[in-house]
């Protein structure tokens, strides 16, 4: 949805000024009230905030002249080739500015990530796996392990280093079920050294979680993952 309503504004936002806009900005500001008012501030507000983000190559005045210019049906300041053209190079200078952005937080991730670990490992009833796992054991179980091939049903909380949850099902209030060797690697390895009725804390290095990839827009490139998890059960096929 978003992508469809940025690129039909993106033809509109390069032209030449006028001297109305300042009559614009006296008027009254409309409060949305009908269906139509709501849809309309709604996609005038998302595409705002987006251009927002561009910081000073989109300027607001002649953004909303573009968007007038459309509406008006008449001949726009710049050619349809002249708009493609800049378009793209503003396409380039964005891809430029994201990889830079990128870099700076995978680097930051890892540092922080990398602390956090070394920290922890540092505490009493925390065990450390050849991969780089680290657990606690919160609660031990008697029941029987999982194996990579099993099922299992879990209650767990996710949280970032900084204390920001993520996920938990236990506030969506119904349990998990997912198959031990379809999970990332630092959660299917602890449910094989889990008995059932278990209750780890987990802490995930990046490479045994979504790595640099992240998983957009809760969990950054390189981010440590840590996770409260119950084991429950393991289910019957």
Avoid at 85 to 108: I, N, P, S, T
Avoid at 202 to 220: D, R
Wanted: aromatic letters at 8%; hydrophobic letters at 40%.
């Amino acid at each position: 949805m978003k992508k469809n309503i940025i690129s039909a504004v993106l033809g509109l936002c390069l032209v030449l000024p006028v001297v109305t806009f300042a009559a614009d900005k006296a008027e009254k500001a409309v409060v949305p009230g009908s269906f139509e008012e709501k849809l309309s501030y709604s996609m005038g507000f998302e595409v705002g905030n987006y251009f927002k983000g561009a910081g000073g190559d989109i300027q607001q005045e002649l953004l909303i002249q573009g968007i007038k210019d459309a509406y008006a049906g008449g001949k726009p300041a710049l050619t349809p080739e002249e708009m493609a053209g800049v378009q793209k190079q503003f396409a380039v200078k964005m891809q430029e500015k994201q990889k830079v952005e990128l870099a700076a937080m995978l680097v930051k991730n890892k540092e922080a990530g990398d602390a956090y670990l070394e920290k922890n490992k540092q505490k009493e009833g925390v065990k450390v796996t050849d991969s780089g796992l680290q657990y606690e054991v919160l609660t031990a179980g008697e029941g029987p392990k999982a194996t990579s091939a099993d099922k299992v049903k879990v209650h767990y909380v996710g949280t970032l280093i900084d204390g920001k949850e993520f996920d938990s099902s236990i506030k969506r209030g119904e349990p998990a079920v997912f198959g031990v060797g379809q999970v990332i690697k630092g959660w299917s390895e602890a449910m094989q050294l889990m008995n059932v009725g278990s209750k780890y804390r987990l802490v995930i290095p990046a490479e045994l979680a979504y790595g640099e990839q992240g998983v957009a827009p809760s969990i950054q490139p390189n981010s440590v993952l840590i996770f409260e998890v119950e084991l429950l059960g393991i289910e019957k096929e």
